[in-house]
């Protein structure tokens, strides 16, 4: 039974929500729901996690040698204007600054057994095996810089072949749209066996897309693929899966854009979306939610960190059940499928990889993490204007799978790698690691998620649960039509509030 009841502003009982996950779609529906000028939402926020997610796997790093302490955004969390047009709406409302970010990017092609080694700052742009490095703009490298004419024959025609390359692709994007595919979809591991599918028609994946166009293979393989893929945190093969609408519109709407981060750390963005809210469940995993007479009741459990806590909280009452008016699940596809049973058939369709992402320090540096309880994120942040930071892209081409990592170098020697795999190999030097779920797309997924947000005829005669039935709404990165990115977030979050009746402050 609800434990509080608030009256709104027209003397009315409270809605109750309980939105689960606190990374950037459940914090922003948190925030428009509890600003709801007519005061008729009570949130509840549940966390797994020891606190809140969008900022929780930061660190705070300090210099003994300077006694400097620097704030490290992991994952970096950056965007551009154009594609992330709601984002940088809700930014520029929620007065947070951007942080404009300039990359050297080098490109390298490396064994399995050299990802163990993570090279100086001096020596990254000449590390074995690399074969580019992109400082600049293309055209601005070709016309203006005359360090570049004086260069060697092989980098002069190199540079022309992937400055032609370069144009036709993002001419591509901007001319042919991606074609639709009559498509067999199967909705789940069930319907497939039985041989059951709907036929409806779906985009062209990347991979036919690419074909279609003509893009040497070449410049796929060694330039787009490794950006792309890190973009996507998966391998070269899942990335040309991809729906090729997903690509088309990214590289449409972040054209000639400058890339972002919000400023001094997203640190500040979490603590101006949770402000206020006062019921937040933290280290409480939900394990069900179930649609009952009285409203949506949702299961959970004590996940303290502590073994021997845990130990005595499991033997006292395995879980707590509670009601609430309406649950906003801002977790994984995977997660929501595994808690809410109606959404497992279009949400099992969903592909979610692992991803890690390293901090290294150089030995002797002088580096280390602040514990984070007795630091309070103060605004410095590792990127600074003007500080063009290097970020390698280590491709491994192996029979099995052709994927890329990171090196990004941030100041004082300290690099974060991001493998887009779970168990990425261990580095000297390494002061934390952290692990994410990151959902990718295929056309089939998109079908699957554009049935869930725009339920047509067909779906409900499939008696397929889509958002916001039940009372129960998805929220996250991949709940829109596009790249699983922070956009996502903020689309579906606005979706959910426009759905129960809010505001969204930004779109006035
Ligand atoms: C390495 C990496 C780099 C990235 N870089 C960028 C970038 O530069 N730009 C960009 O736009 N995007 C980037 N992304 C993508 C973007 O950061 C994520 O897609 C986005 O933050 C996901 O937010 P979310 O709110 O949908 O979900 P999440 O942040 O994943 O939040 C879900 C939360 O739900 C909690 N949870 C799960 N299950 C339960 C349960 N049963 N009970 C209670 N709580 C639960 C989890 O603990 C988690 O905190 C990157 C992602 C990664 C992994």
Same mark, same amino acid.
């Given at each position: 039974?609800?434990?509080?009841?608030?009256?709104?502003?027209?003397?009315?009982?409270?809605?109750?929500?309980?939105?689960?996950?606190?990374?950037?779609?459940?914090?922003?529906?948190?925030?428009?729901?509890h600003r709801d000028s007519q005061k008729r939402y009570d949130v509840t926020l549940f966390e797994q996690a020891p606190k809140f997610s969008l900022d929780a796997a930061s660190i705070t790093i300090k210099n003994t040698k300077t006694g400097t302490a620097e704030r490290i955004d992991i994952p970096p969390r950056s965007f551009c204007r154009g594609y992330y047009a709601n984002l940088c709406?809700?930014?520029?409302?929620?007065?947070?600054?951007?942080?404009?970010?300039?990359?050297?990017?080098?490109?390298?092609?490396?064994?399995?057994?050299?990802?163990?080694?993570?090279?100086?700052?001096?020596?990254?742009?000449?590390?074995?095996?690399?074969?580019?490095?992109?400082?600049?703009?293309?055209?601005?490298?070709?016309?203006?810089?005359?360090?570049?004419?004086?260069?060697?024959?092989?980098?002069?025609?190199?540079?022309?072949?992937?400055?032609?390359?370069?144009?036709?692709?993002?001419?591509?994007?901007?001319?042919?749209?991606?074609?639709?595919?009559?498509?067999?979809?199967y909705l789940d591991v069930k319907s497939a066996a039985k041989g059951k599918s709907s036929s409806a028609s779906s985009c062209e994946s990347f991979r036919q897309y690419l074909d279609r166009i003509r893009l040497p293979q070449t410049y796929a393989l060694y330039y787009l693929l490794p950006v792309l893929s890190i973009i996507c945190s998966c391998s070269h093969a899942e990335m040309l899966?991809?729906?090729?609408?997903?690509?088309?519109?990214?590289?449409?709407?972040?054209?000639?854009?400058?890339?972002?981060?919000?400023?001094?750390?997203?640190?500040?963005?979490?603590?101006?979306?949770?402000?206020?809210?006062?019921?937040?469940?933290?280290?409480?995993?939900?394990?069900?939610?179930?649609?009952?007479?009285?409203?949506?009741?949702?299961?959970?459990?004590?996940?303290?960190?502590?073994?021997?806590?845990?130990?005595?909280?499991?033997?006292?009452?395995?879980?707590?059940?509670?009601?609430?008016?309406?649950?906003?699940?801002?977790?994984?596809?995977?997660?929501?499928?595994?808690?809410?049973?109606?959404?497992?058939?279009?949400?099992?369709?969903?592909?979610?990889?692992?991803?890690?992402?390293?901090?290294?320090?150089?030995?002797?540096?002088?580096?280390?993490?602040?514990?984070?309880?007795?630091?309070?994120?103060?605004?410095?942040?590792?990127?600074?204007?003007?500080?063009?930071?290097?970020?390698?892209? $280590? &491709? +491994?081409? =192996?029979? /099995?799978? %052709? #994927?890329?990592?990171?090196?990004?170098?941030?100041?004082?020697?300290?690099?974060?790698?991001?493998?887009?795999?779970?168990?990425?190999?261990?580095?000297?030097?390494?002061?934390?690691?952290?692990?994410?779920?990151?959902?990718? $797309? &295929? +056309?089939? =997924?998109? /079908?699957? %998620? #554009?049935?869930?947000?725009?339920?047509?005829?067909?779906?409900?005669?499939?008696?397929?649960?889509?958002?916001?039935?039940?009372?129960?709404?998805?929220?996250?990165?991949?709940?829109?039509?596009?790249?699983?990115?922070?956009?996502?977030?903020?689309? =579906?979050?606005?979706? %959910?509030?426009?759905?129960?009746?809010?505001?969204?402050?930004?779109?006035?």
């Open positions: 039974m609800p434990s509080r009841q608030g009256k709104a502003a027209d003397g009315e009982r409270k809605t109750r929500v309980a939105i689960i996950g606190t990374g950037l779609a459940g914090l922003t529906t948190a925030y428009l729901l709406r809700m930014y520029d409302h929620l007065g947070v600054p951007f942080q404009h970010i300039q990359l050297i990017w080098v490109f390298a092609r490396i064994s399995a057994a050299a990802q163990t080694q993570v090279p100086s700052p001096e020596d990254v742009q000449t590390m074995p095996g690399s074969y580019f490095i992109y400082g600049k703009r293309l055209h601005e490298m070709l016309l203006i810089s005359p360090h570049f004419w004086r260069g060697s024959v092989q980098t002069i025609l190199q540079t022309l072949y992937l400055a032609i390359c370069h144009i036709w692709f993002f001419a591509a994007c901007f001319l042919f749209a991606p074609r639709m595919i009559k498509a067999e979809t899966d991809f729906p090729a609408s997903d690509v088309t519109e990214f590289v449409k709407g972040s054209f000639l854009r400058k890339t972002y981060v919000a400023r001094g750390g997203i640190n500040r963005v979490q603590a101006t979306l949770a402000a206020g809210i006062e019921d937040v469940r933290l280290e409480t995993r939900v394990t069900k939610v179930d649609r009952v007479d009285e409203g949506v009741l949702i299961r959970s459990q004590s996940v303290n960190g502590d073994a021997a806590a845990a130990a005595a909280a499991a033997a006292a009452a395995a879980s707590s059940e509670e009601v609430f008016d309406r649950v906003v699940l801002a977790v994984s596809p995977n997660v929501a499928a595994a808690i809410f049973n109606p959404s497992k058939p279009l949400l099992s369709v969903i592909p979610t990889v692992p991803v890690t992402s390293t901090v290294v320090a150089p030995l002797a540096s002088g580096l280390s993490v602040v514990p984070e309880k007795t630091h309070v994120p103060s605004g410095e942040c590792s990127y600074r204007r003007g500080d063009a930071q290097v970020m390698a892209f $280590r &491709t +491994t081409f =192996s029979e /099995s799978v %052709v #994927q890329t990592e990171t090196l990004h170098y941030l100041s004082d020697g300290l690099v974060v790698r991001t493998s887009p795999v779970g168990d990425a190999p261990e580095l000297k030097g390494t002061l934390d690691t952290a692990r994410f779920t990151r959902t990718l $797309r &295929t +056309t089939e =997924s998109r /079908s699957a %998620v #554009q049935k869930l947000l725009a339920p047509t005829k067909d779906s409900d005669g499939e008696g397929l649960w889509t958002n916001g039935k039940d009372d129960v709404w998805v929220v996250g990165s991949w709940c829109w039509d596009g790249m699983v990115l922070l956009e996502g977030c903020v689309v =579906s979050a606005m979706r %959910v509030a426009r759905d129960l009746g809010v505001e969204v402050p930004w779109e006035r």
